[in-house]
């Protein structure tokens, strides 16, 4: 749990709670002063309000340097550049803190009650420690409603405590003469203001308590009946059913305040906290008027005063709750309303009845539809009744409010989590655990909210087993001055091809597929180079940063890049991207204007220098790449006039084929374009063996049967499936596009940073690259180039008597005017089938499973504007297989063993190129703000292949709970 102020060691130990022999008899007021009125907007301006000092500051902001940024967008810059997180101080509210972290992750911290306001302009912390002022009167030293409290006072008494500033106050006077108070942290003590009675008035958050201490029953009678002069100024005072009292801005009417009917109780069983005593009566409350203003008129249960059970001191308590915050404790059998209370309660207390806590936060612009990567609540215990471990739910339930009862209690919605944690037995019997805090892992329910727009959430606390009373605990509430509950949550933007270069230019790149067109092969190398270069560049960026931040190994070249500036890695990218197009595709698409609307969309805060350090990286990451692809065997093209002899490849339409020395180019990272060479068409090496064989016969049927263009035998989503693969034709992006574009869609719906996208794209492109050369290296280069179906079955001479000759059967695919065709190049091994199996396996190791689900689309003309769905990479990579027989242009074991081959390429280029970071020794990453965040990021390192493990250890440095380590 990241707080600035620490405030995760302040409290372990002691609760801090009850350590006073006063704290027994009070007489407590409850206010509850929210956000709507003007007694907060006095104090509170909107976060967005300036000052000549606040823009001035912003101007000269340095991303090198500050620790503050007022921006998201200078903060994400900053964070980068400084590798660590940077608050954005710009979003700050009353409850909640903005950062951004290195990862470009950012971390949003919302507190169930307010931790800073505005005073002069500028965000002060909320602190409630109470001193005396040059003026003798007693103030919080920064409290939000602007809290002050009675210094002594003469016999006629006067104001007891004020809040609020402007037209709206609530002040709670005191008749008679107050000593001068003592004061310890937020609690003043007025001793004796009564005989034998303490006035003690204690600071919350928001607000203020105030209540009695009656020493000894001889002090009781006197303490019986007390009378508060109340004076609520610009607010409407009205007294409710239950004795309540609330206060209602004239205009708005709203409530911006609330007395909750007081209860008292004396000193048994309050080894946990000042409020558990088990001895409990109501106190009646009257609101008076007087010819002066009003009356508080407090009277207490004779009967409970006088009564030899009970024990003294005895505490009058109408707790005081003050601002928007609002939480409470529901008791079984009870009719108080605890909503003011510090405590948040869960579990059956020994000899009381069952109780249930719940938490109202409200809701963030900022993570609405955005990605949670984790999400903690945080809470502090005060009281658990045993230091073994207990079970404990937190679940998200209906709303609640003041009026809300144990016999009314919310529907529990779900339980969220479970945890055991248990700490704060810190007196009563040994053994003792002193308290820390408690984060509970809450990231289911916050993406759901993410998706939702509610006012408001609530969530719910209880114990598993509500009738083990040594499973009761005690939280600290929204109002408790120094830990009160709060929700972190660390998250990212989606992914969009728009802001994610790597997505922007690989659509550059299938724009240029279909302007291009031609065979795959090059079309893949094209894309190979492309993502290698974008991967290089991205790489050397990041390993700029230091050698932990390395994507993983170079592929040709990790450019020396000097300590300052820190390069731009989207300029690095886009560099990279655009040098290497020009040089492929000269004139096939705008790259110029392409190149102009990336930058474009860098944010303004990167520095020139930036820029043009990262447009260097990619310039040098480009170049590698283009000497590299400079002699590898791609400008070669021998003619290959096909044979006459049945059995092997021979034009269908008169187009020659196409590039046949393709098996012969460099790979990207096999050795060579015959190191995933299948056997043979079903183990067949000799075309002799291979027409002859009873499995050709029947391969040769079923294409006859299933692919031709007027099959009967064919289903309706065999032949949508047939086209929605095909995208043979010029003016598609063809095979590779496709399966670049499905890249995409995995890569969005698993929220990748643009790093991970370098890495995975280019692993993606190296391996369709290889598909092609090796798939090529089979169709050309073995010795068997097998002819197209359309061949086998107009032609005769085969030789097999289980073949028909059928002059006049044509397949199923055709061009945009119908005409039916075949591809220019052998059957065996599908090219489809083969760079579908290598990007099965890609992908598949990537994500380290083939169970994903996603759906796709396609551009051939036949199938245009639909989509189909798939549950796994593999069975993507068989439909797409098989689709070529229902098309009538491949045998089975075309695609079956093009599959098979292309898995072997995948699989291949997957555990040897662009390896994982690797080190023998943990080395240190990052330090974190809390544990949930540690293994966020770590998990995301792992999962985007730039270390293969990772472990999160605890630190003591401040505001640095986590150390993230990897290896």
Not at 340 to 345: F, V
Not at 701 to 709: C, F, I, P, T
């Amino acid at each position: 749990m990241h707080r600035k102020d620490d405030l995760r060691y302040r409290r372990s130990g002691s609760t801090g709670r009850g350590d006073s022999p006063l704290r027994r008899l009070a007489v407590p007021l409850s206010l509850l002063l929210v956000a709507e009125a003007g007694l907060v907007a006095a104090t509170a301006a909107p976060a967005a309000a300036e000052t000549a000092t606040t823009r001035k500051a912003e101007a000269a902001f340095d991303p090198s340097k500050d620790t503050k940024a007022p921006d998201e967008e200078s903060a994400r810059l900053a964070a980068a550049v400084q590798d660590r997180q940077i608050e954005v101080v710009g979003a700050r509210t009353e409850h909640t803190t903005l950062w951004a972290n290195p990862d470009g992750t950012m971390s949003l911290e919302s507190h169930a009650g307010p931790v800073r306001f505005k005073r002069d302009g500028a965000w002060v912390d909320v602190d409630a420690t109470l001193r005396k002022a040059a003026d003798g009167s007693i103030r919080a030293k920064a409290h939000p409603r602007g809290l002050r409290l009675a210094g002594r006072t003469g016999a006629g008494g006067g104001d007891l405590v004020t809040l609020g500033r402007g037209d709206q106050t609530v002040t709670l006077g005191w008749k008679g003469a107050l000593p001068e108070p003592v004061l310890k942290g937020h609690r003043a003590t007025y001793v004796n203001a009564l005989p034998k009675t303490d006035l003690v008035v204690e600071a919350t958050r928001t607000g203020f308590e105030q209540y009695l201490v009656v020493k000894d029953r001889s002090a009781a009678e006197r303490a019986a009946e007390v009378a508060l002069p109340l004076r609520a100024e610009g607010l409407d005072t009205v007294q409710n059913a239950d004795d309540s009292i609330t206060f209602t801005d004239p205009e708005t009417k709203k409530t911006v305040g609330r007395i909750p009917a007081p209860f008292m109780w004396d000193a048994s069983g309050q080894k946990k906290t000042p409020r558990s005593g088990k001895h409990r009566a109501e106190v009646g409350l009257d609101l008076a008027r007087t010819a002066r203003g009003a009356e508080l008129r407090l009277t207490a249960d004779r009967d409970f005063l006088t009564d030899e059970d009970t024990r003294y001191p005895v505490t009058i308590d109408p707790a005081a709750f003050l601002g928007p915050n609002f939480d409470t404790t529901l008791r079984e059998g009870s009719t108080e309303d605890l909503s003011a209370s510090p405590d948040l309660a869960i579990g059956r207390e020994y000899g009381k009845g069952r109780t249930e806590s719940y938490l109202r936060f409200g809701t963030y612009e900022e993570i609405e539809g955005k990605t949670i990567l984790n999400a903690e609540l945080n809470l502090f215990p005060v009281w658990a009744d045993q230091c073994e471990p207990r079970e404990w739910e937190v679940g998200e339930t209906d709303p609640v409010s003041s009026t809300t009862r144990w016999s009314t209690k919310p529907a529990w919605r779900k339980t969220v989590a479970t945890s055991s944690a248990t700490s704060g037995h810190t007196s009563g019997t040994a053994p003792y655990c002193g308290s820390e805090w408690v984060n509970v892992d809450v990231t289911s329910m916050v993406s759901e909210w993410s998706k939702q727009d509610r006012d408001t959430y609530t969530i719910g606390l209880r114990a598993k087993d509500p009738d083990d009373y040594t499973a009761f605990k005690i939280f600290a509430s929204s109002d408790d001055v120094d830990s009160g509950p709060s929700l972190l949550v660390t998250y990212q933007t989606p992914a969009d091809p728009v802001k994610d270069h790597v997505h922007f230019w690989n659509d550059v790149l299938l724009t240029a597929y279909r302007t291009v067109g031609g065979a795959p092969g090059p079309l893949a190398r094209a894309g190979a180079m492309m993502h290698g270069a974008i991967y290089d560049a991205a790489n050397s960026v990041k390993c700029a940063e230091g050698p932990t931040r390395c994507l993983g190994e170079p592929y040709l070249t990790k450019v020396s890049v000097p300590a300052s500036p820190l390069p731009d890695i989207n300029s690095a990218i886009d560099q990279a991207a655009y040098d290497v197009l020009k040089e492929v595709y000269p004139g096939a698409v705008d790259l110029a204007k392409a190149l102009s609307d990336a930058r474009a969309s860098i944010p303004s805060t990167v520095t020139a220098t930036q820029r043009a350090a990262g447009q260097s990286v990619g310039q040098k990451a480009a170049a590698a790449m283009l000497a590299a692809r400079a002699d590898d065997g791609s400008a070669t093209s021998n003619p290959y006039p096909g044979s006459q002899t049945p059995g092997y490849w021979r034009p269908t339409d008169g187009t020659p084929a196409a590039t046949p020395d393709w098996g012969r180019v460099k790979p990207f990272g096999l050795l060579s374009g015959s190191q995933a060479r299948p056997a043979g068409p079903g183990g067949h090496t000799t075309m002799a063996d291979l027409l002859k064989s009873d499995a050709y016969a029947d391969q040769v049927k079923e294409v006859k049967d299933l692919g031709g263009a007027t099959s009967t035998l064919r289903t309706a989503d065999q032949e949508h499936a047939a086209f929605f693969w095909a995208n043979d034709l010029n003016g598609t992006y063809k095979p590779p596009g496709q399966l670049f574009e499905m890249t995409q869609v995995v890569s969005l719906q698993h929220r990748m940073s643009v790093e991970g996208n370098a890495k995975l794209f280019a692993l993606v492109a190296f391996s369709m690259a290889d598909a092609g050369i090796a798939a090529w290296d089979a169709k050309y280069l073995t010795e068997i180039d097998l002819w197209r179906p359309e061949s086998a079955i107009n032609l005769d001479g085969d030789g097999n008597p289980d073949t028909l000759q059928d002059s006049s059967w044509r397949p199923l695919s055709k061009d945009q005017n119908g005409n039916r065709f075949s591809p220019s190049f052998p059957a065996y091994v599908s090219g489809h089938a083969t760079f579908g199996g290598a990007w099965a396996k890609a992908v598949e190791q990537w994500f380290r499973t083939d169970q994903v689900t996603f759906t796709a689309g396609t551009e051939d003309f036949s199938a245009l504007n639909t989509t189909r769905t798939f549950t796994s990479f593999s069975a993507a990579a068989r439909e797409n297989a098989r689709s070529r027989v229902w098309l009538g242009v491949h045998y089975d074991w075309d695609g079956t063993e093009g599959v098979s081959t292309g898995n072997k390429v995948g699989e291949y280029v997957s555990a040897n190129k662009l390896k994982a970071n690797n080190a023998a020794d943990w080395q240190p990453y990052e330090d974190l703000s809390n544990l949930g965040g540690c293994e966020a990021t770590g998990r995301m390192l792992v999962a985007e292949h730039r270390w293969n493990a990772y472990q999160c250890v605890s630190t003591s440095t401040a505001n640095d709970n986590h150390r993230l380590y990897v290896k």
